[in-house]
């Protein structure tokens, strides 16, 4: 499973005591591949949140993807598959709305994808579409009720984003509950403990 990252907002962001809303590791979502290993075709093993691929200088070789998949695709426009490596190369070339076109393909072949519909997701997030992110997330929730990423990234996208920390109150406590030894638990759990203390003294 992937962790989600999405264009940097303020990439040195991290849990303090100052304000309920520095939420975490860099307060972004969707991600992409780690290390040097080639995408894969699915939606498995972005990087941790906060990075996008030009920070790495990855830029040009998801390009050199993205050559590859269209030259697929032109011989074989309904190859799943392909469909969603195009979105993820896009994804990971910061090019969200077109990484939206190919996910919706792939969505149309298997509506039932929760981990592309999260992907969808922080595509819209990245370009201020806050409630079009919150629908595609919820979509994947129906799917997959303990869907990791969903689950998280509405967390993030409800304490930051929306500015609703009870609503992100329930979506890391329902994540921490499916993965108590989630990647990322110590930071939230540090979160959650902001955003009952703001809550209390009447934050919204």
Excluded at 78 to 104: P, S
Aim: include cysteine; aromatic fraction near 10%.
């Amino acid at each position: 499973m992937r962790y989600d990252t999405a264009v940097p907002m303020n990439s040195e962001r991290t849990i303090t005591g100052r304000s309920a809303f520095s939420v975490i590791f860099g307060l972004v979502l969707l991600s992409g591949c780690s290390g040097g290993d080639a995408p894969k075709t699915g939606t498995a093993n972005r990087r941790p949140l906060g990075t996008v691929a030009s920070d790495h200088g990855l830029t040009p070789y998801y390009y050199g993807l993205i050559e590859e998949y269209q030259s697929i695709l032109a011989g074989d426009p309904d190859n799943i598959a392909a469909n969603i490596g195009m979105g993820n190369a896009l994804y990971e070339a910061g090019q969200w709305r077109e990484a939206i076109t190919y996910y919706d393909r792939a969505l149309r072949m298997n509506p039932h994808d929760a981990d592309v519909m999260t992907d969808k997701g922080t595509c819209y997030r990245n370009l201020g579409m806050y409630d079009a992110a919150a629908r595609e997330y919820q979509y994947a929730l129906r799917i997959d009720p303990a869907h990791q990423n969903a689950l998280y990234n509405l967390g993030i996208l409800y304490s930051h984003d929306k500015k609703n920390l009870a609503k992100a109150i329930e979506y890391w406590s329902r994540l921490l509950d499916i993965a108590p030894k989630h990647p990322q638990a110590d930071q939230i759990h540090a979160s959650l403990d902001n955003f009952r203390r703001a809550l209390r003294k009447g934050t919204p």
